[in-house]
């Protein structure tokens, strides 16, 4: 198209099609799945997503506190942290690409995690 090609349109000059929606954010799928695999009983103390892009994929980082409680709570963050870069989600139109626990912190009959996540939208 030339600067002019817009005030005198061509009439067998196809338009761009509307894009369908992508998938929605991921989050609350996966925030479901975390709170499966940690075990009652759980909180999620803190959990964000914002938009992620590289120069080939584009996908959301997430950033997510649960709070595990009760007698058995140290026991259950061990099993939580065990496998989880290697875990499989189930999340449609997405994957998970990397997700890691960043820190932890440890009181009476509590243990927090905090972890972050990147997923991708799978085209």
Do not use: K
Not at 37 to 43: H, I, K, M, Q, S
């Amino acid at each position: 198209m030339t600067s002019i090609d817009h005030i005198r349109p061509h009439p067998n000059l196809l338009g761009n099609e509307p894009r369908p929606q992508r998938g929605t954010d991921p989050l609350p799928r996966l925030l479901a799945q975390l709170v499966e695999r940690a075990g009652e009983p759980v909180t999620v103390e803190r959990a964000t997503s914002r938009p992620w892009a590289s120069a080939l994929f584009q996908g959301r980082r997430h950033v997510i506190s649960l709070r595990l409680s009760g007698a058995g709570a140290a026991e259950r963050r061990t099993r939580f942290a065990q496998g989880l870069g290697e875990a499989e989600w189930s999340l449609p139109r997405q994957f998970v690409a990397d997700i890691t626990i960043d820190a932890t912190r440890s009181a009476p009959d509590e243990e927090w995690i905090d972890l972050s996540a990147l997923t991708i939208e799978d085209w």
